[in-house]
């Protein structure tokens, strides 16, 4: 999904570079249809042909953003994935799904799958394949589906039982799973600023067939400052009162299914994806706050067909521009512009055109903090090496386990006074705090910060990070934020690599974020059942943080920030065991919450380090 504002914004998940549209029309034929699905519903369809003599191969996207500009006559600034494909000869085919802008039927949020005993997107998309091999004329028999976002999940799910003729597809940062880590929740707990904002834009009802982009409520107009905007709002349920009014169905829906009952389990898309036939080339970026969990999911399910591409990128940022930075980070390179000539556009060709393989590695992903692409067999890659990081006293981090009877650290959370997830005032989601400073959070009282010493040798992590906490908590529920920061040299003149190296720039003290995630605590056990804490028990909490690929270099130091809240980002824990989702003003209370780190009650953080990283536990590590 994407949260930014209006329906346009919506549809900028597929942004690329500008072939014109001047150029569009000299080369390309346009053809608008109706295609009829098997149960009848019939789908608003554009299709685009070269005017040269064929045959040419087929390349689909479907999406709920709207096909537009409509009218055979209208043509769009870019067709495609990629100006490069764009002008080297594809029939782009381009589908509004059921129950969206001028297709019948009705839309159904992440329509569960069927597996063959009904009608969904994948047969869906396998009807469409068919209608355009009877019907449309100068195709070489060869069709492939790419998508980004929430058309990510469409072309994921042409995958599952997929057409004969289907031989490449492209999810590219798909949504796999809303209760688990895409979009709307992270384990359980509500992203609420990206979901507010993206259903009070793309989820309003759409009563009929329609080719306008709907009027965006006034509520959805940007707001100066989106901490005091949520705060404000209160519980949840004041925002259908107030804003929604009964109208937003999916609200409705995720506000009635506080656990990861039935209703999230339809939508996971993950055990659907099996004997799978066509190449994949699944794509996503490191920065991405959306649907980074769902790309590296679906690679997992689909791992023996597919090439997983990761940059360092936010949600869609591989098909526009350079992919040189992000915020203040930068990278060293035109990293999207490299991906979309020398992997994109190469795949695509090979498998629907029969140009030579591009020689494409399992597992292609640039490495932060050295700034450079690698290839690997397998991700994760073969020998990582499972490393804890423990929490020590004094707001220590270190390799080795503590030894001291006892030892831990407490902190009050207040839901009145929630940390926030950034030091900017945006009322959207910004995708640049995925890489932000976080010494405005480090100060705080409510923050609990570690840092290793000074590396004297690099530290390359790649794959899933693990939080393995013991806690406490005086309340019934809390929340548990973890984030894994590099810490810059602390001098402003402390040289960098080429480029920009550590996520870039030469910030002197930098607390540069590296990857964070929560676990509401109540879904410590089960995302499908929750359970009380009992006041003032240890109590472990485990959970995964979403990959990384990033070198911790030698000058640098490794941070852990450890709290209870992250807001907007996340919605307010009332710290009380309850349906959160209808929660009163009342229930909302302050709670001291603990933090273990002594030789019985250890925690600590399980990073993914290559064995290229030497002398991990040797006294010459830190200084």
């Known amino acids: 999904m994407n949260p930014r504002p209006w329906l346009l914004a919506l549809a900028a ?62 043509f769009p600034e870019q067709l495609g994935p990629s100006e ?18 001028m297709s019948e039927g009705a839309f159904r949020e992440m329509t569960p799958l069927l597996d063959g005993r009904g009608v969904d997107e994948a047969t869906d998309a396998w009807d469409t394949i068919e209608w355009i091999l009877k019907q449309v004329p100068g195709h070489n028999g060869r069709v492939g589906a790419w998508g980004i976002s929430y058309p990510g999940f469409y072309a994921a799910c042409a995958l599952v039982g997929a057409h004969p003729a289907l031989k490449a597809v492209s999810p590219q940062a798909p949504i796999s799973d809303l209760f688990a880590g895409d979009d709307d929740h992270h384990n359980g707990a509500l992203f609420l600023a990206q979901t507010f904002w993206f259903d009070g834009v793309y989820a309003m009802p759409r009563p009929q067939p329609t080719s306008l982009e709907p009027e965006p409520p006034a509520f959805t107009r940007f707001h100066p400052d989106g901490y005091q905007f949520f705060l404000d709002l209160g519980p949840l349920p004041h925002a259908d009162a107030r804003f929604f009014h009964g109208q937003v169905q999916v609200w409705t829906d995720e506000m009635a299914h506080g656990a990861d009952d039935a209703y999230w389990q339809a939508r996971d898309l993950r055990p659907h994806l099996k004997d799978i036939r066509p190449a994949v080339l699944t794509v996503g970026g490191w920065f991405d706050p959306e649907d980074l969990f769902g790309t590296l999911q679906v690679h997992q399910r689909a791992a023996l067909r597919d090439v997983l591409v990761m940059g360092p990128w936010d949600h869609g940022g591989w098909s ?75 707001g220590g981090l270190g390799f080795q386990a503590p030894r001291a009877a006892s030892g831990e650290d407490a902190f009050v959370g207040d839901p009145a006074h929630p940390v926030p997830y950034t030091a900017g005032t945006e009322a959207q989601v910004s995708s640049a705090f995925m890489v932000e400073d976080q010494r405005f959070a480090a100060r705080r009282p409510d923050v609990l910060v570690y840092q290793t010493p000074v590396l004297t040798a690099a530290v390359t992590v790649a794959g899933p990070v693990q939080a393995r906490l013991q ?72 959970f995964t943080l979403n990959d990384i690929c990033h070198t911790f270099r030698p000058g640098h130091r490794i941070m852990v920030q450890i709290q209870s809240s992250w807001f907007p980002l996340v919605d307010r824990n009332p710290q009380v065991f309850m349906d959160i989702y209808h929660a009163r003003d009342q229930d909302f209370r302050r709670a001291e919450h603990r933090v273990y780190r002594n030789a019985a009650l250890p925690s600590c953080i399980i990073l993914p380090v290559l064995n290229t990283t030497k002398n991990l536990h040797g006294k010459n590590m830190v200084k």
């Open 84 to 101: 490069e494909l764009a002008r080297d000869g594809f029939i782009f085919v381009y589908q509004d799904v059921r129950g969206k802008m």
């Open 471 to 542: 806690v406490s908590t005086r309340g019934t529920d809390a929340d548990w934020v973890v984030k894994l920061i590099d810490v810059l040299p602390g001098e402003a003149g402390d040289p960098e690599p080429a480029g920009g190296g550590n996520l870039g720039g030469t910030l002197g003290g930098c607390q540069r974020l590296v990857r964070a995630e929560v676990m509401r605590g109540k879904f410590r056990r089960s995302l499908e059942t929750p359970e009380p804490f009992a006041p003032g028990q240890p109590t472990p909490v485990t």
């Open 320 to 394: 526009e521009g350079d992919g040189d930075r992000l915020g203040d980070a930068r990278f060293g390179s035109a990293t999207a512009a490299y991906y979309r000539a020398q992997v994109e556009a190469p795949f695509f060709r090979h498998h629907l055109k029969g140009a030579p393989d591009p020689g494409l590695p399992k597992a292609l992903v640039f490495e932060t903090g050295t700034n450079q692409w690698r290839r690997f067999s397998a991700w994760p890659p073969p020998g990582v090496q499972p490393t804890p990081l423990y929490l020590q006293e004094g």
């Open 13 to 74: 998940c597929l942004p690329l570079p500008a072939q014109g549209v001047a150029y569009l029309e000299a080369h390309y034929r346009k053809q608008e249809v109706r295609i009829p699905m098997r149960d009848g519903v019939l789908l608003f369809t554009a299709i685009y042909t070269p005017r040269e003599p064929g045959p040419f191969p087929v390349l689909l996207n479907r999406t709920p953003y709207g096909i537009g500009p409509y009218g055979e006559d209208a």
